[in-house]
């Protein structure tokens, strides 16, 4: 099992960063390969918090190699802050431990300023973006005016292009938005220089670089960011990301063919979790809603807005095992459960006296569906020093169980806190042997 994909197989935030960084200490490389820094990882290894929004999350493994694909979009200044802080702590970021795509798209400044305006625009129809430019730069990467990492090698040439895309987003900003915000060329222009002489030294041919370890056998893991049902095309649309979330970016992401890829491992919160705006059937608004966000520090990494929480949903887990082809489903998160008299699991939905076994395909009927729950007996018993699914409480084991039951897709793994040591292998599985093989 050479090269191993890890999606987000829910809204987002469920923990993919702790199981990169678990898994890295048995692979080569890991790899990024859409989204950009919209996205945030915060791994804990002994007491200790690092956050991540655009390096992997291997980075922290000294024998890892990174790279950033093609399929993921840019914030150079961001990048030179998260190369920054990881020196600082003593972590080695350096030309031959980290690879951006000769391919990659930049952010530049006008991106962030039309993303900003759009929200403001909208008003109370916002769609929850985070307002770091990821949207505008993919689409100007779509319309062929984008700035990719390649470009900085001849300045010159480029020079023409950033003047003409700054004038257009003014005039945009301007006359279509509303906006008084504008953006200066002399500003975007200092931000490409420095990215010049900043990033152009990690830059690499992120598919050459890929093709040559898979045939050598190497270990490798695709990262991928935000999660299956924020997916541009089969998401919540229009509360979506701007970008494709399923395995099958990997592809376009890292430049591999679709044989390249060995195993899909789904990571999901015990319960379930949304950031912003858009449909949540199972969101509780309620006491254990408030508990479910205070136990598991339910804040958004990059936004540190809350998260919305609500009971797992298994309907759109099915979706996720579909739409990516899962192999298995890492449960994150399962001690934040812990002191609940009873749980519940969405099974299905009804609507309009209907029984639905996925979700409906229009943004109102989603939210119009009523979930029809499962319920469980809860367990008392704090579970995050347990190493083993032997060490659960029964009624946690028959929980696990019951998920893998409603989602058609074995449980390989789980985690029981936010520490390294805390994320073991889940009883009957050889989803790490295999790994490891």
């Known amino acids: ?15 993919k960063g702790k199981v990169v960084d678990y898994l890295t200490s048995r692979c080569d490389m890991a790899v990024r390969f859409q989204g950009g820094n919209n996205a945030g990882h915060t791994l804990v290894v002994n ?8 390096i992997p999350s291997g980075i922290l493994r000294e024998a890892t190699t990174c790279l950033i694909g093609a399929g993921v979009v840019l914030n150079p200044e961001v990048l030179m802050g998260e190369i920054e802080a990881l020196r600082a702590a003593k972590v080695k970021v350096e030309p031959q431990r980290l690879l951006i795509d000769f391919n990659t798209h930049l952010i530049l400044p006008y991106h962030i300023a039309i993303d900003g305006a759009r929200e403001e625009a909208k008003g ?32 010159r040439e480029l020079k023409a292009r950033v003047d003409e895309n700054t004038e257009h987003a003014n005039r945009y900003l301007e006359h279509v938005l509303g906006s008084a915000r504008r953006v200066g060329f002399e500003d ?11 990033v152009l030294p990690f830059a690499a041919d992120g598919s050459r670089v890929l093709d040559t370890a898979l045939r050598q056998g190497n270990r490798v893991i695709f990262e991928g960011a935000q ?12 509360f979506v990301t701007s970008s494709h979330t399923l395995a099958g970016a990997v592809t376009t992401g890292c430049g591999v063919g679709p044989r390249s890829v060995d195993y899909v491992l789904g990571v999901a919160k ?15 608004s309620d006491r254990i809603g408030e508990t479910i966000r205070e136990k598991g520090a339910e804040f958004g990494t990059v936004t540190g807005r809350p998260r919305r929480c609500g009971w797992l949903d298994a309907v759109a887990l099915r979706r996720a095992v579909r739409l990516n082809g899962l192999d298995s489903v890492m ?33 109102g009927d989603i939210g119009r569906v009523v979930p029809v729950y499962q319920e469980l007996k809860g367990w008392n018993e704090p579970i995050d020093q347990a190493r083993s699914t032997a060490q659960l409480p029964e009624a946690a084991r028959s929980y696990v169980k019951a998920v893998s039951q409603l989602i058609g897709c074995p449980v390989s793994m789980l ?11 889940h009883e009957g599985s050889s989803f790490l042997r295999d790994f490891v093989a």
């Not at 099992?1 to 923990?15: F, H, S």
């Not at 975007?188 to 900043?198: L, T």
């Not at 008299?341 to 395909?361: M, T």
């Not at 985690?415 to 292998?425: C, L």
């Open 1 to 15: 099992m050479p090269a191993l994909v890890v999606i987000g197989a829910q809204w987002g935030d469920e923990g």
């Open 47 to 54: 007491g200790v918090k690092t956050k991540l929004n655009l």
């Open 124 to 155: 109370q129809n916002k769609i929850g973006t985070t307002g770091r430019g990821i949207g505008p730069a993919y689409e100007d990467r779509a319309a062929r005016c984008g700035v990719r990492v390649a470009d900085l090698l001849a300045l």
């Open 188 to 198: 975007v222009w200092q931000v490409i220089e420095n990215a010049a002489s900043h």
């Open 227 to 238: 999660g299956t049902l924020l997916d541009q095309s089969f998401g919540t649309v229009p």
């Open 270 to 284: 015990a319960y379930s979790t949304r950031v912003g705006s858009g449909p949540f059937p199972t969101e509780l």
């Open 331 to 363: 449960l994150t998160k399962l001690d934040v459960l812990s002191g609940l008299e009873s749980l519940k699991i969405c099974a299905s939905y009804e609507l309009d006296g209907k029984s639905l076994d996925d979700l409906p395909v229009t943004l």
């Open 415 to 425: 985690s029981v806190s936010p520490e390294r040591s805390a994320t073991f292998e």
